[in-house]
């Protein structure tokens, strides 16, 4: 996400002109309205305090799968046991307030410090499961197979109409940051291009769930690019929010059928 304002490019050489910044601009942050300046959220950055960063809703024990709410202690939900929505799943947030005002401030609004403020966490929690996953692959082989780290990432594509509207993909925008976040030897190669939604699928929530589930299949056109890249690799859909699951379903098949090793997801908030 290149759109930093000026002021926050001073703060980064610190000193006088930090200083100077922080009287021309305060960094004030964008939920409390206090001054960050004096407690700036080293995970979500300076658009948000510390204590509004702390106090962002999570999924209690999320499923590894679905990202939903796991019971019993357990890393797996009831339904993923028997079919499991993805190899790996992981959601920032809970959409719930105040994160729902904030990826909405993102999406229509173009606010891009509160998009930042969520997919860093999103960054931080995803390196943590798959340094986790390979800390663990020391005593257990088969767990560093399935959480292997991603070598490409896919952004979840907008139809052209609506990208044209919005001027960007929100997908694309988190996938820059988590992308940026991997140290330099586990790198993924970022997908922009070659993936892309040429069905406009909105208004299909009258549709019976099979008939809306083969829309959307239909919904994505992947060129060969896409196919060489993902053939036997492990890819990392990325997304805003995670609701029903049946758009990154339908574009998690399609990467299937093109012989994608294993489909990880991360969002930066999922609905329960
Ligand atoms: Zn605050
Ligand atoms: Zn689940």
């Not at 993924?188 to 208004?203: C, D, E, S, V, Y």
Request: charged share 20%; hydrophobic share 45%.
């Amino acid at each position: 996400m290149a759109k930093t304002s000026p002021y926050m490019a001073f703060s980064r050489s610190g000193g006088l002109l930090e200083g100077l910044a922080d009287q021309l601009s305060p960094q004030r942050c964008l939920l409390c309205g206090g001054h960050a300046t004096s407690g700036v959220c080293e995970i979500a950055g300076p658009a948000l305090c510390g204590d509004c960063h702390a106090d962002l809703p999570v999924v209690t024990n999320p499923c590894r799968h679905c990202a939903m709410p796991a019971v019993g202690g357990k890393d797996v939900c009831s339904d993923c046991i028997t079919d499991p929505l993805f190899e790996f799943c992981v959601a920032a947030f809970e959409y719930a307030y105040p994160v729902d005002r904030l990826v909405q401030a993102f999406k229509f609004s173009n606010n891009y410090a509160a998009g930042r403020a969520l997919a860093e966490p999103l960054a931080q929690a995803l390196l943590a499961h798959y340094q986790f996953a390979e800390a663990k692959s020391d005593c257990e082989p088969d767990a560093f197979v399935s959480m292997s780290t991603p070598d490409v990432i896919v952004p979840v594509p907008l139809h052209w109409w609506r990208r044209l509207r919005r001027s960007f993909n929100q997908a694309e925008e988190i996938a820059d940051i988590v992308c940026d976040r991997f140290p330099s030897d586990l790198s993924p190669q970022l997908l922009t291009k070659g993936a892309r939604r040429i069905l406009w699928t909105r208004a299909q929530s009258s549709l019976p769930l099979k008939e809306r589930r083969r829309n959307l299949e239909r919904a994505f056109s992947l060129d060969e690019a896409v196919a060489a890249a993902v053939n036997g690799k492990t890819v990392l859909l990325i997304d805003d929010v995670l609701t029903t699951g049946s758009t990154l379903l339908a574009l998690a098949k399609r990467l299937k059928a093109l012989h994608a090793k294993a489909i990880h997801v991360a969002v930066l908030a999922r609905t329960v």
